[in-house]
């Protein structure tokens, strides 16, 4: 079985300022490893993915994951947050021989102006 | 494409009342999702569909909430009687499963009130 372990559940941080959101995983088979974003009054859009190859991976909007094996961890940065980042962040792994997706609690991101 | 449909977007009903809600999965997709997001529990699966037949619906609550669905382009998920405690927002997604990537769509969502 799977698990996704999201140890904030509340990150406050100033607008222009880094922030690292993290995520831990478990899994006794190989995965795919996701972060989803929800918006207020939203369904959620996938973030980044990572399926294979390089373990650093961006998404178009400045946020990037890196995955660490050893660590069974996927832990989402983004060097300086918008206001507009204020969501529901998600992160997700799916055994890659079977399509159920397992997500995490959540964490939600407040940025401060 | 228009992306999951979900209907209704939002519904209030009374306890003890049937509520049907409705999931247009995306065109060519072959698996399909219905999640409940509540503040306590969170983002949970209910049931899975693949090309139309249930995989896993050991996230069910109980008898009173039933899934189906009949073609590839439409899903339902019934709830009968309602209670309030089944008050949530209810996501359907769809994905096509196909490797490499299980990355699922999801729909707006329906919020339910049940009173």
């Known amino acids: 079985a799977q698990s996704v372990t999201q140890l904030d559940s509340q990150v406050p941080v100033f607008e222009e300022a880094p922030v690292e959101l993290r995520c831990n995983y478990s899994?006794?088979?190989?995965?795919?490893l996701f972060w989803y974003v929800q918006y207020p009054n939203q369904g959620l859009q996938l973030l980044l993915k990572y399926l294979s190859g390089s373990t650093l991976v961006e998404s178009i909007n400045g946020f990037e994951a890196e995955f660490n094996k050893s660590q069974t961890s996927f832990h989402l940065r983004k060097p300086s947050v918008h206001i507009s980042d204020t969501a529901e962040y998600f992160c997700a792994v799916s055994p890659t021989s079977y399509d159920k997706v397992i997500f995490g609690p959540g964490t939600s991101l407040s940025v401060i102006p | 494409d228009a992306g999951v449909i979900q209907s209704p977007r939002h519904e209030v009903t009374e306890m003890g009342q049937e509520v049907t809600l409705r999931c247009k999965p995306i065109?060519?997709?072959?698996?399909l999702f219905w999640y409940r997001q509540t503040m306590m529990r969170g983002l949970e699966l209910l049931i899975y569909?693949?090309?139309?037949?249930?995989?896993?619906d050991s996230g069910m609550p109980e008898d009173r909430f039933s899934a189906k669905m009949p073609n590839a382009s439409f899903s339902t998920l019934k709830i009968q009687p309602s209670e309030p405690r089944d008050s949530a927002v209810y996501f359907c997604a769809s994905s096509l499963r196909r490797a490499p990537s299980h990355e699922q769509y999801f729909g707006p969502g329906t919020r339910l009130t049940v009173t």
């Open positions: 899994s006794s088979v190989s995965v795919y």
């Open positions: 569909f693949n090309n139309n037949v249930p995989i896993d």
């Open positions: 065109s060519g997709h072959n698996s």
